[in-house]
Nanobody, 140 residues
Framework: HVQLVESGGDSLQADGSLTLSCTTS????????LAWWRQTPGKEREGVAA????????NYVDSVKGRFGIKRDDVNRILYLQMTNLKPEDSAMYYC??????????????????????WGQGTQVTVSDYWGQGTQVTVS
């Protein structure tokens, strides 16, 4: 029985970094592909990054290339998404997903959410524009 549990979501400023974790159970190193997807209200779920088992490969959506890194720890059965140089448009609910690796992959595998069989509950990432230092107002 496959279970996926995400963690690590947070609220932070633009240009910050964050690492998401997905603790898996029932997922074998070569039996399953793993991926991160994200979704904002009113929009379709978007594939962000995937690590494929057979043959080994990693894919990213263009908007995160050079900023995000997907890493699979098959010893501890954890999937990570290392995010740097975060932008407000990266704000979303981030989901971990898994699929059987024997299905193979095609050009739409990270574009079509229906090709993924198992999903976690998600973890929220909110990226705000730059903040000022603030100014104190005291009313006596």
């Amino acid at each position: 029985h496959v279970q996926l549990v995400e963690s690590g979501g947070d609220s932070l400023q633009a240009d910050g970094s964050l690492t998401l974790s997905c603790t898996t159970s029932g997922v074998t190193p070569v039996g399953y592909d793993l991926a991160w997807w994200r979704q904002t209200p009113g929009k379709e779920r978007e594939g962000v990054a995937a690590t494929f088992a057979r043959p080994p490969a990693i894919n990213y959506v263009d908007s995160v290339k050079g900023r995000f890194g997907i890493k699979r720890d098959d010893v501890n059965r954890i999937l990570y998404l290392q995010m740097t140089n975060l932008k407000p448009e990266d704000s979303a609910m981030y989901y971990c997903a898994a699929r059987f690796s024997w299905l193979g992959r095609g050009p739409d595998t990270l574009r079509d959410a229906t090709l993924w069989d198992y999903w976690g509950q998600g973890t929220q990432v909110t990226v705000s524009d730059y903040w000022g230092q603030g100014t104190q107002v005291t009313v006596s």
